[in-house]
T-cell receptor
């Protein structure tokens, strides 16, 4: 079966712009989580959605937001981009909250 | 606090040797732990997991050991191969995954 699909794979944006990243989970998976990966901070949890509801949120500013659609696909949005937002953004899906996460290959965001 | 840390940032082993990657976790209430492998340009790939009611779990060439007394987790890879070269992360489930910093495993032929 198809894995977790993230689009786009690479993105270059300018400071102050906003960006939307997309994640299509494994078919049947209803939980989608987002993580930010940087060399300095490692992998950090952004938020998790289950059945279109945000169930958990990490310690990120309000510029980071997300949503989940009825088909379980998820998007995350970052507004007013800063240079420090440059990172690999990873999406993970699972059947249920908390267990069995499968990660996508990520979206590499570069802010210039 | 919420942190899962790794003892060694890099590990270099000879092909065919066994590798041991260590991890310390901070939350004694965590009930589920996972090891992931991340290759360059890819997302983390699930290797093996273990629940807190277990001390040991074995997979194909991999074994995870959990010592709840000292809050320590280890991943053992038997007969390490060049294809095992990657960054390895432990993660602790606290309703969200809390990742360690990662250990880069390098396998010398």
């Amino acid at each position: 079966k198809a894995g977790v699909t993230q689009t786009p794979r690479y993105l270059i944006k300018t400071r102050g712009q906003q960006v939307t990243l997309s994640c299509s989970p494994i078919s049947g998976h209803r939980s989608v989580s987002w993580y930010q990966q940087t060399p300095g901070q490692g992998l950090q949890f952004l938020f998790e959605y289950f059945s279109e509801t945000q169930r958990n949120k990490g310690n990120f500013p309000g510029r980071f937001s997300g949503r989940q659609f009825s088909n379980s696909r998820s998007e995350m949005n970052v507004s007013t981009l800063e240079l420090g937002d440059s990172a690999l953004y990873l999406c993970a899906s699972s059947l249920t909250q908390g267990y069995g996460y499968t990660f996508g290959s990520g979206t590499r965001l570069t802010v210039v | 606090g919420e942190s899962v840390g790794l003892h060694l940032p890099t590990l270099s082993v000879q092909e065919g040797d066994n590798s041991i990657i260590n991890c310390a976790y901070s939350n004694s209430a965590s009930d589920y732990f996972i090891w992931y492998k991340q290759e360059s340009g890819k997302g983390p790939q699930f290797i093996i997991d273990i629940r807190s009611n277990m001390d040991k779990r074995q997979g194909q060439r991999v074994t995870v050991l959990l010592n709840k007394t000292v809050k320590h987790l280890s991943l053992q890879i038997a007969a390490t191969q060049p294809g095992d070269s990657a960054v390895y992360f432990c993660a602790e489930n606290q309703g969200k995954l809390i990742f360690g910093q990662g250990t880069e495993l390098s396998v010398k032929p």
